[in-house]
T-cell receptor, first 113, second 109 residues
């Protein structure tokens, strides 16, 4: 049974470039969460979707960040333009419904030079 | 004050001992609490949740909740080197979880 799938696993880019991170949630899960993890700030929720609809994007740091969920099996997190301070591990998680039983993907390690 | 606070550690315990991990939270109205384990370079995985005051046991793990004092703890009995990881405490706030920064546990042989 496949878990949450994220791609790419590693991304190295230069400042100013557009970065797109992808996530495929577990089939049948209705909630999807995007997190960012750094040593300094820990695990922070960026945005979450319920039934493909964005519910709370208050954690998105600024307008350079955007997220979409066009269907139940795919979501993207885009950073445009990227900056060195965006370097972090980005996790996607899904749950059957609500925040209680989240399953995390392997993460994307983003490095912005 | 951070919403969820944990000592960053590392907490070092010998193999076979009891490891005690603690977490405090600021929202007195919080009702649901979670412990995630994260191995180095891996993603968090849920190991325990607790909703009611008192203890909840699952194998070698026991979660303890004291809502009056606003703390939740995780006890790991008979600690093994394979338990060495960072343990994240999370508190439900509405439709999302607020995570602490985690406590790193080291179990030495």
């Amino acid at each position: 049974d496949a878990g949450v799938i994220q791609s790419p696993r590693h991304e190295v880019t230069e400042m100013g470039q557009e970065v797109t991170l992808r996530c495929k949630p577990i089939s049948g899960h209705n909630s999807l969460f995007w997190y960012r993890q750094t040593m300094m700030r820990g695990l922070e929720l960026l945005i979450y979707f319920n039934n493909n609809v964005p519910i709370d994007d208050s954690g998105m740091p600024e307008d350079r960040f955007s997220a979409k969920m066009p269907n139940a099996s795919f979501s993207t997190l885009k950073i445009q333009p990227s900056e060195p301070r965006d370097s972090a591990v980005y996790f996607c998680a899904s749950s059957p419904g609500g925040p209680n039983e989240q399953f995390f993907g392997p993460g994307t390690r983003l490095t912005v030079l | 004050q951070k919403e969820v606070e944990q000592n960053s550690g590392p907490l070092s315990v010998p193999e076979g001992a009891i490891a005690s991990l603690n977490c405090t939270y600021s929202d007195r109205g919080s009702q649901s609490f979670f412990w995630y384990r994260q191995y180095s370079g891996k993603s968090p995985e849920l190991i325990m949740f607790i909703y009611s005051n008192g203890d909840k046991e699952d194998g070698r793990f026991t979660a303890q909740l004291n809502k009056a004092s606003q703390y939740v703890s995780l006890l790991i009995r008979d600690s093994q080197p394979s338990d060495s990881a960072t343990y994240l405490c999370a508190v439900r706030a509405g439709d999302k979880l607020i995570f602490g920064t985690g406590t790193r546990l080291q179990v030495f042989p």
